[in-house]
């Protein structure tokens, strides 16, 4: 008789526990639809380093899924159609999620504060146009900066929307990294700006040492022309060689009457791959070649700022930036007025 109490006894504490929800770093979301009975859909880590979908299944109308976090971070839903909705989850969170799939862009989660205040955001800008949505957001990051929601909507709203101006990226982002001193991706939007800066029209473009497939050096502004062209390549991108070509027929006018100079900055880190590129390819023997082998990690890379390829800048013989970009097209443009 007294084994049994004790098997009763614990089988009660373990639902009692389960009732009880999540502990330590374990969290939970219950979640339930008002017009759908059978699905599955996606969730991920905003923020982490690999991210990993998880499938969860939808059943009479309802889902449960758990996880661990160390912090608290945005995760998202992701139907099949695409639509991605953001849940904010923390260690311990037991979390009701709550939506109709006829209108998946009006949820509600509950359970913490960031997705109480995320709540407010999306039902206070509803019906907004996306200009207002901006300004909202902005209001919302400056009225909680220490948040988690403040960082997922300057990223949403203003690190990802290319008409905002450096200096209001700047502005938000002395507002958030004064409760985020460490937050790596406020620390990387910073550096990626004070980099567009340094070969911003009008700036100075500095001197750098390049390296030749023979092994040689020489300084980049060793020699000049009206107006010089250095671009960014390599041979690990599918449009690589595309974006050599394109140059090559945006600036042949230029070449002939002697004005443009054309140095290729091959960011390849395995140096065979890109002289095969030039000895197989006639296209590109019209460049000056440089490549030492070291990617995004060369010296020469770092100076002048450049994190993505293909990416041309585009000076005069001061060494005055006049453009820069991807858009071989706006270049020709650009040329055609000049020369």
Known sequence: M???????????????????GP???????????????????????????????????IQEGKFRYRGEADEVTPYMLVFPNG???????GAGDDLEYEATANDLKNYVVNGNEENKLMNKFREETYTMNPSLMTNTARTYIKDNPASPVAIYLFDQYFAQNEEVSNAELKELLTVLRKKHPHHHGLLDIESKITNAEKRQVGKKLPDVTLTHKDGKTTKLWKSAKDYNIIAFWSTWISNGSDFI??????????????????????????PYRWEDAIRSDSTLTFLEHYCDGQGFESKAIKTLSIDAVPYYILTDKNHKVLDCGNDVNKLKDFLKQKI
């Not at 007294?2 to 009880?20: D, E, P």
């Not at 070509?245 to 006018?253: H, M």
């Open 2 to 20: 007294m084994v049994k109490v004790k098997v009763f006894v614990i089988v009660l504490l373990m639902v009692l526990l389960a009732a009880c």
């Open 83 to 89: 639509v991605e909705q953001v849940i904010f989850i």
């Open 23 to 57: 502990g330590g770093n374990s969290f939970r979301i219950r979640g339930s639809f008002r017009d759908m009975q059978a699905g599955e859909l996606y969730i991920y880590n905003l923020n982490g380093d690999h991210a990993r979908l998880d499938t969860i299944n």
């Open 245 to 270: 070509w394109q140059l090559k027929s945006a600036l042949r006018d230029g070449q002939d009457k002697g004005k443009v100079r054309v140095v290729a900055v091959s960011l390849d880190v395995e």
